[in-house]
């Protein structure tokens, strides 16, 4: 269940949910023909197409499926396993597994659901399987080279190319339509099918494309459809450029008292990367880079701190953002220190003007201003006392397991 355990699925629950999945899955598959190798094979012969149609119908659902909880926030992408890519191991390996499935009459998966009802020759084929994949693994020292060749790694479309996820989907679900309309006409052909008297409607082989035509409608939505990331920038953005006075914030004089007093109440998180050393973070800071609050880990954390959020940075514009984003997430304690840590520090050597007029607010910041001239020296005792954590403490984990 990937991504979704433990904040919707629970883990205790993770196995059963993925056992009753599993049966289902065995169950469709055996109702499908998929334990028939007449009907696998039908997809080379020309006479029976829905294996094809199974696949990318599962395909397209899969990628509509993640791009919309990605937009959500229910699905990090940076939490989905993906295979590596080897370009030679992909082209190689895709012949022998082609030649395989005409030969055999399955794939690794339909042959388990034919051994499941009892078919001889769905068992001869896992059992030719489990030999090839020892006679590889003996092997592997010789094939090692042309098996690790021309690696491009976590390779995603999106990515490469630079476009919106919803454009990839859009393409291949145009793709998946295509496919359908003609391997139609092909069984058509091949089984010397005459149509020519039937309505659209009548005939049952034309079922797919009203699911084609449907997940072309609902990947056309998504090609505007702008990331998750992308769209809380954009309003985040906006509501921190127009509505400033209204973000909570704290002054570099409070933060400094509060500091000095030990106050346990703030959790204290600077938002510069960690190679940005030009100005001293402030003890008992968490490192968390701007960039990746938007991940589950870090968005877990904001929610479920109990304590004041503190942002800070060098000049106050991203604490601003990182407070319009915790506010969007339900955490309204969050506050930005006013200035950042250029205001912060700044605040020990540049003493404040005081026109000498009755005013208690300005004498009490004159005489807190006086004081803390010797407060750096407290702060950085203090520095020892608690322990800064590092950028890496904060990033996600991902996942090291998965695949087909």
């Not at 094979?41 to 119908?57: C, E, I, K, Q």
């Not at 993640?66 to 229910?74: D, R």
């Not at 940005?276 to 589950?296: A, Q, R, V, W």
């Not at 929610?303 to 060098?314: G, L, M």
Request: glycine residues 8%.
């Amino acid at each position: 269940m990937g991504p979704l355990v433990p904040d919707i699925i629970s883990n205790e629950l993770n196995l059963v949910l993925a056992l009753v999945i599993g049966f289902f899955f065995g169950f469709i598959l055996e109702q499908a023909g998929f334990s028939s190798t007449r009907k696998l094979a039908g997809l080379f012969y020309g006479y029976d197409f829905t294996v094809l149609r199974v696949f990318f119908t599962a395909g397209v659902t899969a990628m509509i499926g993640i791009v919309v909880l990605a937009y959500f926030g229910l699905v990090e992408w940076d939490l989905l396993y993906i295979n590596p890519t080897f370009l030679y191991s992909a082209i190689i390996g895709g012949l022998i597994m082609g030649v395989g499935f005409i030969i055999g009459g399955y794939c690794p998966g339909t042959s388990f659901a034919g051994a499941s009802i009892g078919k001889i020759d769905a068992i001869v084929f896992i059992i030719g399987t489990v030999l090839g994949v020892f006679i590889f693994a003996e092997l592997y020292p010789y094939f090692k080279s042309i098996y690790l060749a021309n690696n491009y790694g976590d390779l995603r479309l999106d990515k490469f190319l630079g476009v919106n996820p919803g454009l990839i989907v859009f393409i291949f679900a145009f793709i998946a339509f295509l496919a359908f309309v003609i391997t139609t006409k092909i069984e058509y052909k091949v089984n010397k099918i005459d149509i020519s008297q039937k309505k659209f409607s009548q005939m049952p082989e034309n079922k797919p494309l009203l699911f084609g035509f449907a997940f072309l409608a609902i990947s056309l939505i998504l090609v505007f459809l702008p990331t998750r990331q992308v769209y809380l920038n954009d309003k985040i953005n906006e509501i921190a450029e127009s509505n400033s006075n209204s973000i909570n914030k704290i002054s570099p004089l409070e933060l400094a008292f509060r500091i000095v007093d030990e106050d346990n109440s703030l959790f204290i998180i600077d938002l510069r990367e960690k190679t940005d050393t030009i100005l001293k973070s402030i003890p008992g800071s968490h490192n968390l880079p701007y960039n990746e609050i938007f991940s589950k880990d870090a968005k877990k954390l904001i929610q479920n701190t109990y304590k004041t959020i503190v942002f800070i940075d060098s000049d106050g514009r991203l604490s601003k953002k990182a407070v319009v984003y915790a506010n969007e997430i339900g955490n309204h304690r969050a506050i930005s220190l006013d200035g950042g840590l250029a205001k912060f520090w700044g605040q020990f050597t540049e003493m404040p003007n005081y026109d000498k007029s009755f005013d208690v607010y300005g004498l009490n910041q004159l005489a807190y201003t006086k004081f803390l001239q010797s407060a750096p020296d407290k702060i950085e005792l203090l520095r020892s006392k608690y322990a800064l954590n590092t950028q890496s403490d904060n990033k996600p984990k991902k996942k090291t397991a998965g695949g087909c």
